[in-house]
C-alpha cells in the first residue's frame, strides 16, 4: 500500500512559480511511475507530469511543457512538481498518485 501527501500549494499571481511536494509513504518498487494530475471544478481530472522512480524518464501534458519539471529524491522518497510562469488556467487542485492511489490534492490558485 502507497500513501501520498501533497504540499507546496497557495496563491500566486501570473508569471509567479510555485513548487509542489508529494511525499510517498510505504514501499516504492522501482517499477512504478509517480504522476501528478490535476482538477478544477466541472472538469475531469487531467494528467500534468509523471516520472518513473527507477530512471527518471519523465513526460508532460503538452499545456504545461517547457514550465513545470517533474523530479524526485529517492531518499527522502519525495516527488516534486515545479512549476513556473504559472497563468490562469493552472488554477486547480494538484494531486499526486501511484498505482491508483491519489492524495489528497494541494489548491494552486493563479491570480492576475
Known amino acids: 500500500q502507497v500513501q501520498l501527501v501533497e504540499s507546496g500549494g497557495g496563491l500566486v499571481q501570473t508569471g509567479g512559480s510555485l513548487r509542489l511536494s508529494c511525499a510517498v509513504f510505504?514501499?516504492?518498487?522501482?517499477?512504478?511511475?509517480i504522476a501528478w494530475f490535476r482538477q478544477t471544478p466541472g472538469k475531469e481530472r487531467e494528467f500534468v507530469a509523471r516520472?518513473?522512480?527507477?530512471?527518471?524518464?519523465?513526460s508532460y501534458a503538452d499545456s504545461v511543457k517547457g514550465r513545470f519539471t517533474i523530479s524526485k529524491d529517492n531518499i527522502k522518497k519525495t516527488v516534486y512538481l515545479q512549476m513556473n510562469n504559472l497563468n490562469l488556467e493552472d488554477t486547480a487542485v494538484y494531486y499526486c498518485?501511484?498505482?491508483?492511489?491519489w492524495g489528497q490534492g494541494t489548491q494552486v490558485t493563479v491570480s492576475s
Open positions: 510505504g514501499t516504492i518498487v522501482s517499477t512504478y511511475n
Open positions: 498518485a501511484c498505482l491508483g492511489y
Open positions: 516520472i518513473s522512480w527507477s530512471g527518471g524518464s519523465t
